[in-house]
């Protein structure tokens, strides 16, 4: 019991440190965040997508003009 009494008032002092509103102001003046990973998957997935659209797009247009 002592120790789970002692494991709640470190947690309690942890979670009540300054260090983590320091780095939420610094991550908000350059920009980034939590999903920045995900979000630039996300970018690039876009455009390769947009690659496959014209590959597609002009695979269409030399079938059309072959026939």
């Given amino acids: 019991m002592k120790i789970l009494n002692i494991f709640f008032c470190c947690l309690f002092l942890v979670a009540c440190s300054d260090e983590a509103s320091d780095t939420k102001k610094n991550n908000s003046s350059t920009g980034e ?22 590959s597609v797009e002009k695979t269409r247009e030399q079938i059309d003009s072959e026939q």
């Fill in 33 to 54: 965040h939590v999903w920045n990973t995900q979000t630039d998957a996300l970018e690039k997935a876009k455009t390769v997508e947009g690659m496959v659209l014209d």
